[in-house]
């Protein structure tokens, strides 16, 4: 351990005996020119993963070993602070010069050890101005700039507003989600209908989610929704999701409408056991025939082959619901798992739709695919069809069912329902 015997009580580190986060807001002052570096060892994920092999002992061995190299390269020259487990920070008086940011990483790219195991350190570094941030803002800098040279798989990188902007909202719209989720008037569902593209008629409706957030105004799905599925967030808002869609269409069948409704679903929902069930449930107290419902995935639900997403899906398919498989060709497609999908839809991506009339290839590509997909007894659905000329063409291709702005954009439910009503009148030419 590095003797420290100065320092007061609480201002020192107990692994490594380096002064901590109190020490530094202690000690800091801002000093115009002078940047503050903040050393992340591993990324956080990574080391929880360590930990779980190699144990407390040997993971605290790697973290004292990490301060000894730090300080060896550093040789005094710099007061070193050891922030929190992983991180470590220095202010540079004059500025980091890129030389010794480059001196850093050769120095770490030894491996460490850990008791008898070499162990490599992954480190990323962040650099942040400190001439008018106080101690607290000049740390928060310097891990949003170390976590942005993690993210960017570059050696360093320097503190950048927009992404910090970027993170901090993405953090405050995980932060209120929950409360979006119980207070029930900020969330609500749009839909928006797929065409059966022989006779054009509507044949179901999408639902798909939207939020109107008291400060932030309407933030698109394609925000919010890959956030809440980092988090257990996913399940409640999937929950939220199914019984308002499974409500709405058991409303839509009382009145008389022939119409499926179509869901999407997380893949991460799937890799909870009882999933089934719990839709199961729900479509019984809304009264709804499953034979009604379409669930939507995308491609990620098959990649990880875990046993309990296969038996879920089964499950689910065994009550009559059909599975489809959302943005197909952007993800893990390959012609091994297509074979054996445990799926009754196959949907394309509008990114090849959108190209089949300017570009020849993914026209081809698009026709292939619509045919081997009916080969293998999938029913294809084209996304993103934005013009009659695409729609014509695909019709001739023999594509089953049409979505996209041509025809329909997402509409509020009483103008979806309005569309069902006129629904011989209202067939797309
Ligand atoms: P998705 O399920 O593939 O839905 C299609 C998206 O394409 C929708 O965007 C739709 O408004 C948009 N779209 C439809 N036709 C066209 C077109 O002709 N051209 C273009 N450029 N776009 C078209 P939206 O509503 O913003 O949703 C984005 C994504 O967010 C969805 O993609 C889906 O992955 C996700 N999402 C939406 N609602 C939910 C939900 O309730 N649960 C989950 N897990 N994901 C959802
Ligand atoms: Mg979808
Ligand atoms: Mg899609």
């Known amino acids: 351990m590095i003797s420290r015997a100065t320092l007061p009580a609480g201002r020192q580190d107990p692994i490594t005996g380096l002064p901590n986060r109190r020490a530094f807001t202690a000690a800091y002052q801002p000093l115009p020119g002078a940047q503050l570096v903040m050393l992340t060892l591993a990324d956080p994920k990574h080391f929880d993963r360590l930990l779980g092999a190699i144990g407390h002992e040997h993971a605290e061995t790697f973290i004292r070993d990490a301060a000894t190299r730090l300080r060896a390269v550093l040789a005094g020259s710099v007061e070193i602070y050891h922030i929190s487990p992983l991180n470590y920070a220095f202010v540079m008086p004059f500025g980091a010069p890129p030389d010794m940011l480059q001196t850093l990483l050769d120095a770490f790219n030894q491996p460490l050890t850990c008791g008898v195991i070499p162990i490599s350190a992954d480190i990323a570094l962040g650099v942040a101005d400190c001439h008018d941030a106080d101690a607290a803002s000049v740390l928060r800098a310097g891990l949003c700039a170390a976590r942005d040279c993690r993210d960017s798989g570059r050696g360093w990188a320097r503190y950048n507003r927009k992404t910090d902007s970027a993170h901090q909202r993405s953090f405050m719209l995980l932060s209120d989600l929950c409360a979006a989720i119980r207070a029930d008037d900020q969330l609500h569902l749009h839909f928006q209908p797929k065409y059966d593209l022989g006779t054009g008629e509507t044949s179901s409706a999408e639902a798909l989610l939207r939020w109107r957030h008291p400060v932030f105004g309407n933030i698109s799905p ?194 979806m329902a309005a569309r069902i009503s006129q629904r011989e009148t209202e067939t797309v030419p």
């Open 222 to 415: 394609a925000e919010f929704v890959p956030l809440a599925e980092t988090t257990a967030q996913i399940h409640q808002l999937t929950e939220w999701v199914l019984r308002h869609a499974i409500a709405q269409a058991g409303a839509w069948a009382a009145k008389g409408l022939r119409l499926n409704t179509a869901i999407n679903v997380s893949p991460r929902n799937l890799t909870r056991r009882g999933f089934s069930t719990q839709v199961g449930k729900l479509l019984s107290c809304y009264g709804v025939d499953p034979s009604r419902i379409e669930l939507e995935f995308t491609e990620g639900v098959l990649v990880s082959n875990d046993p309990v997403v296969l038996d879920e899906l089964r499950a689910l398919r065994a009550t009559g619901m059909r599975i489809a498989l959302d943005d197909f060709g952007t993800g893990f497609a390959n012609f091994s798992y297509i074979t054996h999908l445990p799926a009754d839809i196959i949907k394309i991506d509008k990114s090849f739709i959108q190209r089949i009339c300017s570009d020849p290839r993914s026209a081809t590509v698009v026709r292939a695919l619509i045919e081997l997909a009916h080969k293998l007894d999938y029913s294809v659905v084209a996304e993103g069809i934005e013009s009659k000329r695409a729609y014509v063409m695909l019709r001739e291709w023999r594509c089953n069912e049409g979505q996209g702005y041509f025809m329909s954009p997402p509409v509020d439910p009483a103008a």
